[in-house]
């Protein structure tokens, strides 16, 4: 524990499955309900035992070393934004390709043991994934031009540093940011489930029911620029350092790697999510702050039925049996209770086209 857990690392590791897991059974059937509301309330579990230390301490040495030019984002000088786009560009590149690895070349307990991404599924991913880094370097942008042109306050580092008040002040608004992360991040993915926009936004984020990485910010630019949204929080109402917003971009850009690996025996993984992409309509949040639990939408391990929890806990509460949308785009519910039958949908738009999926992965052809 301690040290040896730093940054969400299994003793110093990189590599192992969490300690809920059991190794003797197949990945995914390990009960996770003991991980809710975990450590939630201690400070150093929640940020720095945990992958949110580790991109913390990235994205402080982004903010140090490529500081913003904000006279120049005033005046919408276009060499800042794509040098500042080129950069984001590669960070997300390279912390998702080596999430990746980690996953695809170094872990083995995969959650969909015959399925793999096809080269039209990573295409597809990678290639939106770089849209919502474009769309980060906007929202960036933005917020360096409102600052610029004076539009809002803002405390520079030296102000921030001329009292313990401020230091304080600003790094209770940083540990605040995942907890922020986490409730806004609830509340929009079940109102981009409703059936609209599930159909025509968020279904191209569940087009990959067998997820990688770069799967985590797969989206729709409609739905990236809602996602992005949680910068706003706090940093458009209070007085703080233009690092909280930085801070909460970049953690919305890069904390969803890891969790969208598909595999349970490496660095940060996420199997409460993972069930979520497996069964649709359950675990919209996380597991550390679970509104799951309190709405009755938690689902614990992958030998569950959702439709058999959700009419047992909810029908006597005269909430109705659940419903299973079934046009050509959207089918939440499984045929039958194996996970592996997963709908997929497929057709000529950008927003829908993929392949056939694979059962060795894409790198691996014979």
Not at 19 to 41: H, Q, T
Not at 183 to 207: E, P, Q
Not at 338 to 353: E, F, I, K, M, Q
Request: proline share 4%.
């Amino acid at each position: 524990m301690g040290l040896m857990n730093i940054f969400g690392l299994n003793n110093l590791s990189f590599l192992g499955a969490g300690s809920y897991v059991d190794v003797k059974l197949p990945a995914g059937r390990s009960s996770i309900e003991g991980l809710l509301w975990k450590d939630w309330m201690n400070v150093w579990k929640f940020v720095m035992e945990s992958q949110n230390g580790l991109c913390l301490l990235l994205c402080a040495a982004v903010y140090h070393f490529f500081p913003y030019d904000y006279e120049a984002a005033a005046r919408w000088d276009a060499a800042v934004f794509v040098s500042r786009l080129q950069l984001n560009v590669l960070i997300v590149w390279g912390f998702y390709s080596a999430c990746h690895v980690l996953s695809n070349f170094l872990s083995s307990r995969k959650f969909l043991p015959a399925r793999y991404p096809n080269f039209a599924d990573m295409f597809q991913m990678v290639f939106y994934c770089t849209l919502s880094a474009v769309q980060w370097t906007v929202w960036e942008y933005g917020f360096c031009h409102m600052l610029g042109r004076g539009y809002m306050p803002f405390q520079t580092d030296a102000e921030v540093l001329m009292s313990w008040e401020n230091i304080a002040w600003n790094a209770a608004l940083v540990v605040a940011v995942p907890y922020i992360r986490i409730i806004h991040f609830y509340w929009c993915h079940r109102l981009i489930h409703f059936r609209f926009m599930y159909k025509y936004i968020h279904s191209l984020h569940h087009r990959n029911s067998d997820i990688d990485p770069f799967a985590g910010v797969c989206m729709h630019p409609y739905e990236i620029l809602y996602y992005f949204t949680t910068a706003c929080w706090p940093s458009l109402y209070v007085n703080c350092s233009p690092f909280v917003w930085m801070w909460n971009l970049f953690h919305a850009m890069i904390t969803p790697a890891a969790p969208h690996s598909g595999f349970e025996d490496h660095w940060s993984t996420d199997q409460f999510h993972y069930i979520h992409h497996a069964k649709f309509e359950c675990n919209y949040g996380t597991g550390a702050i679970c509104f799951d639990k309190m709405f009755g939408t938690f689902v614990d391990k992958f030998d569950v039925n959702v439709k058999e929890q959700y009419d047992k806990e909810n029908i006597a509460k005269g909430k109705g049996q659940y419903m299973a949308v079934t046009n050509d785009v959207l089918n939440v519910l499984p045929k039958s209770n194996d996970y592996t039958l997963l709908p997929r949908t497929t057709g000529s738009s950008p927003t829908h086209w993929a392949g056939t999926p694979r059962t060795t992965a894409w790198w691996r052809r014979t």
